[in-house]
Each structure stands twice: as structure tokens, then as C-alpha cells.
């Protein structure tokens, strides 16, 4: 048997979709776990809506959640001539034929079909007619002369055995009247020509495989094996469309999910390997197979993606977590001053707390990326007469501290809530909103120790608390 080899071939006509996503990690997956090759196709005919812009971020996109191709990307108008090459070979042998409808005829089989409540299916008028009869100034489409009889089965390796009458496929157009090729030509022959073992899609793409399986045929091209994957759909049940909120790789980007956080979570959506949650870069590429795909459709719930990055968040390696976390305020926020990287790094181990996302833990390290505290309004209402009390008090002792630990810090507080007659949160708080500007974050000592003394009392002497 040949080395397998998949592909991945997406439009150019908008942002990578999360369902395209999946659908290139389990090719990918695939083929790295039978060391074979994973190609990317671009299908650019649609030279409307193609953009070289959406090209770079399917491409991208990919990188991001570290699916590389082998080789160049395989630009499909490039092969067009290729295309039309083996749609003349059919009408040659006598598996295509050319049809001289007009917009009109079709238009009015459409509008029968419908008041019937059938599903629209050409009618075949011009498959048998002798090339003679052609009307004279028609440009026509070529249609290729799918079966009649019997029926075909896909042996599909996700579905089972699939099997539909051959009468139910009409002769679907593979050129255009205007010369150029149709989706299932150019999609059929270039798998053939990528010499494409293992075609793995969505199941939308089906009655397209019955179809391609017929060009395979006629063109006496071996079959590769097939699998069709169950779609995406939201957590209400419907099918996942671009429409919807975060479709796009770069929707979760942008709040701070992390790349292997996001591929772990796809990789589980719709396949399993015993009761496995958490798999490495390795471990995927080692477990995965085909027998473990669903045939059922998998909800996205955003819901378990933000329990995997918190996962992530709190199981991976912090210097990997502060590149990223840098990588991401870069991108989407403000640049961390280099003054404040110290700080920052030391401070990750109570930052990333019950942070899900990047977006979190960035929230959380305000108080310390910031230069002035940026003091919410409702909470700076909260420092009356008793709190301005409590910060002056605090900073009295907090001054006469050489060494900051929490061992130093808590004499100090448990004696401010006696003094006070307060507890806990009456001197929590009021620290907390001076030092970051709001009554939530962090724990009060983590705050103090990682500002250091110098910042805390220029904090605590701020002008706009008095």
C-alpha cells in the first residue's frame, strides 16, 4: 500500500472556520500517526471571493495551533488546465456530454421540482441527443453522465457502509459555460493527481464523495479511502455556521486561549481514546486513529474550552506561560514594560488563579503592568473616613518593614483589624482598592509583595485617596 497522505482544502473566501480547524487536525493527526504526508490545498477558483489576506490567516491560523504542511501549499488555479484536460477525456469516452439548456429551462425544472416538493434534479434532456442537434449561439455546460442503475455503496471509514440509489444522482455540471471547471472536477482530480490516500471531511461533503466516486471510475483512477466526519454544532444542537460567535481561530486568540489548550479540546470533540482528557502534542499524534472518530455531532461548549486553558493555564511550565501571556499583551493589549517583567514573572503563581484565560491573568497583573492605578469608580466610593483611617495606619508600620513577607505583613493587619475593630476584609479591602484600583484580585499580601515597598507607599500616599 502507498504511504497515506491527506490534505486539508479550504477556501480563501473568509476566516478559517473552527469546524475547518478540526477537520485539518484530524487530517494532520492522521497522517503524522502512519508517518505519512499532510497537505494543504487552497481552492482559489472562485476568483471573486478568494483574498490572499484570507489565505495567509488559514495559514497562519494552522502555525498557531501547530499543524505545518509538507511541502508548498498546492494552489488549485494553478491546475485548472488540468481540470479541463480530463472533462474533455470524459466527453471523449462517453462520460459526459454537453447540454444546451438554457438559464430559463433550468429555472422552470427548479420551480416544478418545488411545487412538487422534490428535491431538484436535472432532467437529463440533453444526454442521449446526437451533437447534431445543437442549437446554434449556446454556449453549453458539460454534464457528466452519472448512472442510472442500481446503486453504489461508500465504505466509509467513520459511517460504515453508506449506500443511495444511483437514479437519485443528477448529471451534475464539471464545466461551466464559460469553460471554467465546477467543484467536483477540480476537487477530484487534483486528489488524484496529490496521489491522496485518505480523503477525511465533513459529512456535508457526502453525497459529493458519491459523486467524485463516479469521476474515480470513469476515469479508471484508483479509489482513496473516504471518511466523513459528523459537523460541528452549537451547544444548542444547530449546525455551527461563520455566523456564529467564536467560529474563528482568532475569536479565542484574542481572549487568551492558548493554543494547545484549544487543539487538546478539538482533538476530544468527536473522538476518544479510552478515558483520556489531557493529551500532549505526542501523545495525539500516538493515539490517534480513525476507529475513535463519532458518528454523532459534537457540541462546541465554550464552557469546557475555558476549563481546558484553565488546565493549561495551571499545569504548564510558568516560563512558557509568561511568553505566552507576553506574546498575547503584545498582540491584544499593551507591550510589558521591561521594568515590569521581573515582577510579573514572579507574581504568575497567584496571577494565573482561577484565571481561565490569558485575558484573565493579564486582569488580574494590571496593578503591576500599569504605571498609575486606574481606580473603578464605584469602588474608590468605598474609602470613607474609617478606610482613609485604616491606609493611613497601615502605612505608618508598613514603613518601619525592611524585609516583606507575609510573616511581617499579618502582625501588622491582625493589629489594624484590633485597633480598628474591623476583621479581615474592613483592612483587606481598602488596601486592595488603593494599591489596584478595585476590591477584587488578588490576595492582599500576594499584592504587596509583589509591588515591593517603594511602589506600595507611593500607592498608599496617592493624592486622589485623600
Keep these: 500500500m502507498s504511504k497515506v497522505a491527506t490534505r486539508f482544502a479550504p477556501s480563501p473566501t473568509g476566516a478559517l472556520h473552527i469546524g475547518g480547524v478540526r477537520t485539518a487536525l484530524f487530517n494532520w493527526l492522521f497522517s503524522k500517526n502512519q508517518k505519512g504526508t499532510f497537505h494543504l490545498r487552497i481552492e482559489d477558483t472562485d476568483k471573486e ?3 490572499d489576506e484570507h489565505k495567509k490567516q488559514i495559514i ?27 472533462a474533455d477525456e470524459l466527453l471523449k469516452n462517453g462520460n459526459a456530454y454537453k447540454c444546451y439548456c438554457s438559464a430559463e429551462e433550468i ?17 437529463r434532456k440533453w444526454r442521449d441527443i446526437p451533437e447534431t442537434n445543437a442549437p446554434k449561439g449556446i454556449k453549453p455546460v458539460i454534464r457528466f453522465k452519472s448512472k442510472i442503475e442500481g446503486s453504489t455503496i461508500l465504505k466509509d471509514l467513520v459511517q460504515g457502509d453508506v449506500e443511495i440509489e444511483n437514479d437519485t444522482i443528477e448529471d451534475f455540471i464539471i464545466l461551466r459555460n464559460d469553460g471554467s471547471p465546477t467543484y467536483n472536477l477540480s476537487a477530484t482530480v487534483d486528489d488524484h493527481q496529490m496521489k491522496m490516500t485518505h480523503i477525511i471531511r465533513g459529512d456535508d461533503h457526502k453525497i459529493n464523495t458519491f459523486k467524485q466516486i463516479q ?63 489531557i493529551f500532549t502534542l505526542d501523545e495525539s499524534i500516538k493515539h490517534f486513529n480513525i476507529e475513535g472518530i463519532g458518528k454523532s455531532p459534537s457540541k462546541l461548549d465554550m464552557s469546557r474550552i475555558l476549563s481546558m486553558n484553565e488546565h493549561y493555564i495551571k499545569n504548564i511550565d510558568e516560563n512558557d506561560l509568561f511568553n505566552q501571556l507576553t506574546e498575547y499583551c503584545k498582540l491584544y493589549k499593551s507591550e510589558i514594560k521591561s521594568d515590569k517583567i521581573d515582577k510579573i514573572k514572579k507574581s504568575l503563581n497567584f496571577l494565573k488563579n482561577k ?7 493579564f486582569n488580574n497583573g494590571q496593578y503591576i503592568i500599569l504605571d498609575e492605578v486606574n481606580f473603578n469608580q464605584d469602588d474608590i466610593k468605598l474609602i470613607d473616613d474609617k478606610a482613609k483611617k485604616v491606609i493611613s495606619d ?25 485597633s480598628n475593630d474591623t476583621n479581615f476584609k474592613g483592612i483587606g479591602q481598602p488596601l486592595r482598592i488603593a494599591l489596584t484600583g478595585s476590591k477584587f484580585g488578588p490576595g ?13 507607599i507611593k500607592r498608599l500616599t496617592n493624592k486622589k485617596l485623600s
Excluded at 484565571?355 to 491573568?361: G, N
Excluded at 492582599?444 to 506600595?456: A, F, N, Q
Design 107 to 123: 429555472e422552470e425544472q427548479k420551480k416544478r421540482a418545488r411545487q412538487k416538493k422534490l428535491p431538484y434534479i436535472y432532467n
Design 215 to 277: 469521476i474515480y471510475e470513469a476515469m479508471n483512477w484508483d479509489l482513496p479511502n473516504f471518511a466523513h466526519i459528523p459537523l460541528i454544532h452549537t451547544i444548542e444542537g444547530k449546525k455551527l455556521s461563520k455566523r456564529d460567535n467564536a467560529s474563528t481561530l482568532d475569536d479565542y486568540s484574542k481572549i487568551g486561549i492558548m493554543p494547545d489548550a484549544l487543539r487538546n479540546y478539538l482533538l476530544r470533540l468527536g473522538w476518544s481514546f479510552e478515558d483520556k482528557e
Design 355 to 361: 484565571a481561565k484565560t490569558l485575558e484573565d491573568i
Design 60 to 86: 497562519n491560523s494552522l502555525k498557531w495551533l501547530g499543524i505545518e504542511h509538507d511541502g508548498d501549499e498546492y494552489i488549485q488555479s494553478s491546475k485548472i488546465n488540468d481540470h479541463i484536460k480530463v
Design 49 to 51: 471571493r478568494s483574498k
Design 394 to 418: 497601615f502605612t505608618t508600620q508598613f514603613a518601619t518593614i525592611d524585609n516583606l513577607s507575609k510573616e511581617t505583613l499579618e502582625p501588622i493587619v491582625n493589629e489594624l483589624i484590633k
Design 444 to 456: 492582599i499580601y500576594d499584592i504587596i509583595i509583589s509591588l515591593g515597598k517603594e511602589e506600595v
